[in-house]
């Protein structure tokens, strides 16, 4: 018979296969309570995904608790209410920027030669990055991949990825004060 005591207690432990346990017993059920919330499948298997990396990360630091599906259900609405934050973050800095830059036009020569220029600052403000620095702007900014994808195919921690975003930014940002704030964030943003 199943115990949620008994699997608390082995995965604070490091048990592995406690976490399986876990897994197998709940995942359908926070499946299907993500979708509900997402409306999408994509979001919800990594919302519950998410939720069971965080229950594997904090295992040693868990709140005390009988059961543990209202622990689950609150760690996947919590997830699910930090990606509707920074959806609509995004959205309303996208909308800041539409409003602030005027619509970018290749008809004229100068419109070109300002887009290229600005390329190549960013370009070569990318070069001057650390090596990591670099590598976590690339994939998480230009190619579009999850911070938790980054992570595993570096080996490094989320909060090393998010580290090192982070300081891509600032210093790219410095790099490129010399151009308009906006364009700048259209390219980050992107």
Same mark, same amino acid.
């Given at each position: 018979m199943y115990n949620d005591d008994l699997y608390i207690n082995r995965l604070s432990?490091?048990?592995?296969?406690?976490?399986e346990v876990i897994f197998r017993r709940y995942h359908r059920d926070l499946y299907l309570y993500a979708y509900r919330l997402a409306e999408n499948e994509m979001i919800a298997e990594d919302l519950v995904q998410d939720t069971f990396i965080k229950l594997w990360e904090n295992r040693k630091s868990m709140p005390a608790c009988r059961s543990l599906r209202p622990y689950l259900i609150k760690t996947v609405f919590n997830a699910f209410m930090d990606l509707k934050r920074h959806d609509k973050v995004k959205v309303k800095h996208q909308n800041q920027i539409a409003r602030k830059v005027p619509t970018l036009s290749y008809s004229g020569t100068d419109d070109i030669v300002a887009?290229?220029?600005?390329? &190549?600052h960013l370009r070569l403000a990318l070069e001057k990055l650390p090596t990591k620095q670099r590598q976590t702007f690339m994939m998480v900014r230009i190619q579009g991949m999850?911070?938790?994808?980054?992570? &595993?195919k570096m080996g490094v921690s989320i909060k090393t990825v998010e580290g090192n975003l982070t300081s891509a930014l600032k210093k790219l940002k410095k790099e490129m004060a010399p151009f308009h704030l906006s364009v700048i964030f259209l390219v980050l943003l992107y």
């Open positions: 432990d490091g048990d592995l296969s406690a976490l887009f290229n220029d600005l390329n &190549e999850k911070r938790k994808e980054v992570a &595993e």
